[in-house]
């Protein structure tokens, strides 16, 4: 986890931070994107309590329509964020996977004709480098940290309601989130193990391009 996390901050400072403006919006925009659901709990709370008790609002059809536009006015900021957050971080996955693949294919050019005539060097393995491993970078510097930033907006702004609402039951519902992590790690690691399979495919890629190469 260390060393995935110093690749990605030199990868980071070294091809994303010239995107600077790009980069706060995507991170504004997944921020604004995590809190769909602690805002949509909230709105719909207080719907229930109108329902429930409609003799303590003096103007019950005025309060009634205020919800129902703040229903259209979240869908619609929800709607943007996560269009922009979409627009951004691909754009930044695009340029980083398009200034890393330029890098790589100088670094190629440059090295002697020994280095190319070995076996783990030859012209299918270095596409499918170009091609493949680039492209699993610009994931994870794109919608994957977009739904992490989204993750933890969600979760923050849910525990912030949580225990102004009612700080017991927020302590409940702190309870289960060991159970979370927990079970997050397991279908992560049988993930993994199911991406292992996926180096097969890899290989018949790369005997596909020697071939027509």
Known sequence: MLKFTKTFKRVYNQYAKSEKFLIFIAYISSILAGLNSPMHAVIFSNYQYLYLYPDEFDDFEGRAGFLSGMFGVLGA????ANW????????????????????????????????HDKTENMSGKLSTALSKDTENLSIVMG????????????MTAGLIIGFITYWKLA????TVLPFFIIFSKIKATILG??????DGYNNANKIVIESVS
Do not use: C, P
């Not at 193990?193 to 996926?198: F, P, R, S």
């Open 171 to 174: 302590l409940v519902a702190l």
């Open 77 to 80: 900021v929800i709607f943007l």
């Open 84 to 115: 922009w957050q979409k627009y951004s971080f691909e754009m930044i996955g695009e340029d980083v996977t398009r200034k890393l693949r330029k890098q790589v294919y100088q670094k190629f050019l440059t090295m002697h004709m020994g280095w």
């Open 143 to 154: 919608n994957s940290l977009g739904s992490i930033f989204q993750m933890f907006s969600a």
């Open 193 to 198: 193990k199911k991406g292992i399979e996926t």
